[in-house]
Structures are given as C-alpha cells and as structure tokens.
C-alpha cells in the first residue's frame, strides 16, 4: 500500500504560478511511475504529467507544454509540479497518482494507476 498526499494548491491570478508537492508514504520502496491529474467540475479526471521513476521520462498534456514541470526526488518520496503561466482553464482539483504496473514508461490514462492521493484544489482567477 502507498499513501499519497497533495500540498501547493491554492488561488492565484492568471499569469501565476504555483508549486504543487504529492509525498508518498507506506510501501514505497519499489519503483513506480508517477503522475498528475486534474479534473475541474463536471469534466473527467485527465492526464496533466507524467514521470518514470528515475526521471528520464516525462509526459505532458498538449495544454500545459511548455507551461508545467514535473519532477521527482525518490530519496524524499516526493513529486512535484510546477505550473507556470497559469490559466483561467487550468482551474481543476489536482492528484498525484501512482502507477504500480510501470516503471520507465508513463500511462496517460486514469485506469493504469493504483494510488491516488485526497487532491488539491488550484483556482486560476483572470
């Protein structure tokens, strides 16, 4: 089992930024894949980034290329997504996720990962 917990939303203005941290607990010994999700009201639950356990593989949404980071440092268990630029459209509560079946390569869909964490909510104001 592995516990996920989100930190770092909050409301900003658009052109903003923000710092998302997702600190994983429990059984996390093993590797896995790691990614962020959103889901704003009434929408489903998609695909933001996505990380290989060392790193070297990254995955982003065509809407937040170029804008969001995602990172990762496996000695603290913990991931993180820096949002840059942010937008009125990026308003969404955000998850981390963990993806037990993976560990170089990045899943893009909701029903490959095992552990979610409680999500954060991210407010982008114009």
């Known amino acids: 089992q592995v516990q996920l917990v989100e930190s770092g939303g909050g409301l900003v203005q658009a052109g903003g930024s923000l710092r998302l941290s997702c600190a994983a607990s429990g059984r996390t010994f093993s590797s896995y894949a790691m990614g962020w999700f959103r889901q704003a009201p009434g929408k489903d639950r998609e695909f933001v980034a996505g990380?290989?356990?060392?790193?070297?593989?990254?995955s982003y949404a065509d809407s937040v290329k170029g804008r969001f980071t995602i990172s990762r440092v496996n000695a603290k268990n913990t991931v993180y997504l820096q949002m840059n630029s942010l937008k009125p459209e990026d308003t969404a509560v955000y998850y981390c996720?963990?993806?037990?079946?993976?560990?170089?390569?990045?899943?893009?869909?909701?029903?490959?990962?095992?552990?979610w964490g409680q999500g954060t909510q991210v407010t982008v104001s114009s």
């Open positions: 990380i290989s356990w060392s790193g070297g593989s990254t």
């Open positions: 996720a963990a993806d037990w079946s993976h560990s170089r390569v990045v899943v893009t869909t909701t029903s490959e990962y095992d552990y």
